[in-house]
């Protein structure tokens, strides 16, 4: 049970550069939640989705775009990378039952953008 | 809006003793769930106490306790007997139900460190 994976685990894009960051949890979550996290604070909600198929925005969604084709994976496009861009991005899930819906943190991606 | 303020941005403590973090919120959500967090400078985030709006009694998980305050809208968390690995970020959130999703916020983070 790997629990939830994200790859690559450090990245630098140049301006204008697009990638993906991957996500894939084993626990069978229906909720999947990407967060930025930029130096001294605390977490940002840029998309979530409650289950396969169906994605919403998160307090920064801006130049983000994501898919949820299977509950296993969550994937988060960038496009036209920009150096407000750079920060470490978490991916997350949580099980829909369940008295207190804790989230279980993948390990993070480090993205610079120069 | 959910707001979630955390004012300490630095903490020290001797190694052994008690530690309290604040934490206050803001909602107007009835129903809510309040949850810690610690990021050790590996990074990963780790799950360490939850306090539902209706519960109550105070959570505890080992060494963590929650000291809720629903009337004052704060969530702080209490670390008993501190030991040298609990130096780390902590991070107060909490989460709110948005058309039956589960939205969260997070606040700034604590940095604690914990003194031999």
């Known amino acids: 049970n790997a629990g939830v994976t994200q790859t690559p685990k450090f990245r630098i894009l140049k301006i204008g550069q697009s990638m993906t960051l991957q996500c894939t949890q084993d626990?069978?979550?229906?909720?999947m939640y990407w967060y930025r996290q930029d130096p001294g604070m605390g977490l940002k909600l840029i998309y979530y989705s409650v289950g396969a198929g169906i994605t919403d925005k998160g307090e920064v969604p801006n130049g983000y775009n994501v898919s949820r084709s299977t509950t296993e994976d969550f994937p988060l496009r960038l496009e036209l990378a920009a150096p407000s861009q750079t920060s470490v991005y978490f991916c997350?899930?949580?099980?829909?039952?369940?008295?207190?819906?804790?989230?279980?943190f993948g390990p993070g991606t480090r993205l610079t953008v120069l | 809006a959910q707001k979630i303020t955390q004012t300490q941005p630095g903490m020290f403590v001797q190694e052994k003793e008690a530690v309290t973090l604040d934490c206050t919120y803001d909602t107007s959500d009835q129903s809510y769930g309040l949850f810690w967090y610690k990021q050790p400078s590996s990074g990963e985030m780790i799950f360490l106490i939850y306090?539902?709006?209706?519960?109550?009694q105070n959570a505890t998980e080992g060494r963590y306790s929650l000291n809720f305050q629903k009337a004052r809208k704060s969530a702080n968390l209490v670390i008993s007997a501190s030991q040298l690995g609990d130096s780390a970020m902590y991070f107060c959130?909490?989460?709110?139900?948005?058309?039956?999703?589960?939205?969260?916020?997070f606040g700034r983070g604590t940095s604690l460190i914990v003194h031999p």
């Open positions: 626990m069978n979550h229906n909720y």
């Open positions: 306090q539902g709006s209706y519960d109550e």
């Open positions: 959130a909490m989460r709110r139900a948005s058309g039956g999703s589960y939205i969260p916020t």
């Open positions: 997350a899930s949580r099980e829909t039952s369940g008295r207190g819906g804790e989230q279980f």
